[in-house]
């Protein structure tokens, strides 16, 4: 079946989310964190074994750098936003793909960040000119839905291999449209069976994880990180006006690592400063002042790439 529901832990995990969020959010992050940090570290031995950095896993594509939701646990959400607004220049972004391509990239990559990539009203052309140069890629895209409709599912889907549409909700129920694309989707199968369609139901005021301290609902958590993190060794993070930041939870822009529109791709990623941000990293997170206190773990994506390590050289 191309479309599925998921809600995290079914009926249970919804309303310790809703009713004990804290209570949910320690105990999630205190399994995550004790099941992962010797497969990270394995990770980590194997990426720094080698004089060129490995190729990134994910390649994360902020192109507008806004949101149209109000999710309590986000700086991004349209009430709590203190970017100055920007957009990618269409030059700046054919230029990425394009490195893309020539570096052999096949990897997954996401025109997606802090952001609602439909609030872009270029992102199907974009989607459409990164397919063509880069076929074997993993393109994903990630999307409140708020702006989804039958139209743009359709143009969307032969795009991308993997479309994830988060319903926030507080009454654990779908959008009207999100409904409305479920029921054509489970109706229309045959023509979305190249593309996985998830809705993930989400609370809307779930507390999460304190993201490098900028989460507005958890604010105050000052208790220094001692883990590692994989982000420096499995992701190029890149905002709109083309620096290279550390990973997501830099809400604010506040980490630049590298420049675009003056260093290439391939250069910046093994660049002096992400050597010395994986030296410390590798150390733990206590080791780089940006994520001292930060909590952040991905529960699906990274915890794949830990059983996914080749022992040949850079394959993906």
């Known amino acids: 079946m191309p479309i599925k529901i998921h809600n995290y832990a079914g009926w249970f995990g919804w309303n310790m989310r809703k009713y004990f969020p804290r209570l949910a959010s320690a105990a999630y ?7 992962r940090e010797k497969k990270q570290q394995q990770y980590i031995r194997w990426f720094m074994s080698f004089q060129e950095a490995p190729y990134p896993k994910v390649v994360n594509i902020e192109t507008i750098n806004r949101c149209n939701n109000t999710c309590a646990f986000c700086t991004a959400n349209r009430n709590a936003e203190k970017r100055p607004y920007k957009k990618m ?3 700046l972004f054919k230029d990425i793909i394009l490195q ?3 570096w052999n990239y096949k990897g997954r990559l996401t025109l997606y960040g802090n952001n609602e990539p439909f609030l872009d009203t ?4 974009w989607h459409k000119f ?4 880069l076929p074997d890629v993993h393109i994903f895209l990630s999307t409140n839905g708020i702006l989804l409709n039958i139209e743009k599912l359709e143009e969307i889907c032969p795009l991308v291999n993997e479309l994830i549409i988060n319903n926030y909700c507080t009454d654990m129920k779908l959008y009207p449209n999100i409904k409305e694309i479920y029921d054509y989707v489970r109706a229309n199968e045959a023509k979305f069976q190249d593309t996985d369609i998830k809705i993930q139901m989400r609370y809307l005021n779930e507390v999460l994880t304190n993201r490098a301290g900028s989460a507005p609902n958890k604010q105050g958590t000052t208790k220094i990180i001692k883990e590692t993190c994989l982000m420096p060794f499995t992701d190029i993070w890149i905002v709109p006006d083309g620096r290279m930041g550390i990973c997501c939870c830099d ?3 506040v980490t630049e690592l590298a420049n675009l ?5 391939r250069e910046a990623w093994n660049n002096e400063k992400y050597r010395e941000l994986r030296e410390k990293m590798r150390l733990g997170r206590d080791h780089y002042p940006f994520c001292k206190y930060c909590d952040f773990i991905d529960a699906g994506l990274r915890a794949e790439i830990t059983e996914q390590t080749g022992t040949e050289g850079k394959a993906i």
Do not use: G, H, V, W
């Open 29 to 35: 992050l205190r399994m995550q964190f004790s099941t």
């Open 89 to 91: 220049d269409e030059e």
């Open 100 to 102: 893309l391509k020539e």
């Open 122 to 125: 270029r992102i199907i052309e």
């Open 130 to 133: 990164a397919r063509e140069q």
């Open 251 to 253: 809400n604010y822009e």
């Open 261 to 265: 529109k003056d260093t290439p791709l």
